[in-house]
């Protein structure tokens, strides 16, 4: 059974500081997404990174595919009240279903 | 574009009954849709895999015989709990791969399931 495993499970921070949310994994992934998810909602796709190494930036995120496509990091500058919620990366297992395994999950809190 | 309904938002039922759950694709046509659960403040954990016109593939651990899943159609899948205990209350999530987009999973809002 392929884990994703993200650190830290839980955060909360003051308005401007800098935090960095990692998911790791054993396994050789396709594709890795990150989702962000609000209470009572579904999850919703900031980025997929396909290549090993790939850095993508959304604003003040960074993303960062690792160089043997296992694990991944997000990083948030400045966060903001507003980047509150739930951070979930998740790994596709390509193929005929590609299926996606979900990490554990990052519970962000920023406080105004 | 790409968005997925689904019905209802939430539902309170008593133990015992079954409940369905439709999981639509509006403006795409989705031959494969996900079936996942998340419990408070956890992650989601995929239930099955359903395919138009075939039988759903369920995870390891996740009963077949307690949560149907039909795929009638190209823009709709559904989920029933039967015979539902309180163990069963969550939250239930979709997700719908287009025809022409096979990389990407489009996300329903969740439903969110009570049983008494």
């Known amino acids: 059974t392929q884990l994703l495993e993200q650190s830290p499970q839980f955060l909360s921070i003051q308005e401007g500081e800098n935090l960095t949310v990692y998911c790791n994994s054993s396994?050789?992934?396709?594709?890795l997404q990150w989702y962000r998810q609000e209470p009572g909602e579904g999850p919703v796709l900031l980025v997929t990174v396909v290549t090993g190494g790939e850095v993508k930036k959304l604003k003040r995120l960074t993303f960062q595919f690792g160089d043997a496509r296992k694990d991944s990091s997000l990083h948030i500058t400045a966060a903001q009240p507003g980047d509150t919620g739930l951070y979930l990366c998740?790994?596709?297992?390509?193929?005929?279903?590609?299926?996606?395994?979900f990490g554990t999950g990052t519970l962000l809190a920023v406080q105004p | 574009g790409a968005v997925v309904s689904q019905h209802p938002s939430w539902v309170i039922c008593k133990s015992g009954t079954s409940v369905k759950i439709e999981c639509r694709s509006l403006d795409f046509q989705a031959t494969t849709m996900f079936w996942y659960r998340q419990f408070p403040k956890q992650s989601l954990m995929l239930m099955a895999t359903?395919?138009?016109?075939?039988?759903?593939?369920?995870e390891q651990g996740v009963e077949k015989d307690k949560f149907l899943i039909n795929h009638a159609s190209l823009t709709l899948s559904t989920l029933t709990v039967t015979s539902a205990h309180p163990e069963d209350s969550s939250f239930y999530i979709c997700?719908?791969?287009?025809?022409?987009?096979?990389?990407?999973?489009?996300f329903g809002p969740g439903t969110r399931l009570t049983v008494l």
């Open positions: 359903s395919n138009e016109g075939s039988k759903a593939t369920y």
């Open positions: 997700s719908a791969q287009a025809l022409t987009s096979t990389d990407t999973q489009y």
């Open positions: 396994s050789v992934f396709s594709s």
């Open positions: 998740a790994g596709a297992e390509g193929g005929a279903t590609n299926k996606l395994i």
